[in-house]
């Protein structure tokens, strides 16, 4: 499964299960320009990935703001790969 790509493309009843989940929530909220929440800690977040059995997390720079690529980087630590359009990271399951 994935999780993200163009929202709306997304069924509804998987969209209404993306705005209960907080990370999706924090992530978006990131992407829009907001501050990282300090109540939201790197822990909350790889637990996150853990429970929903997320394998890689990929950013495209070209779309992702600024502040969610430092968020990413403070949570998960130095991307797996990296190049001038995309960073990645393997999660261990």
């Known amino acids: 499964p994935i999780v993200g790509g163009y929202m709306g493309r997304i069924p509804d009843r998987i969209f209404a299960k993306y705005k209960e989940e907080p990370a999706l929530r924090h992530l978006v909220f990131l992407q829009n320009g907001g501050d990282p929440l300090p109540a939201f800690a790197a ?12 394998g890689w997390v990929v950013l495209d720079r070209a ?3 600024r502040i969610l690529e430092e968020q990413l980087r403070m949570w998960m630590g130095p991307p797996s790969f990296e190049d001038r359009d995309f960073l990645s990271w393997k999660i261990r399951l």
């Open 63 to 65: 779309r992702a703001s």
């Open 43 to 54: 822990k909350d977040f790889n637990a996150w990935l853990l429970n929903w059995r997320i």
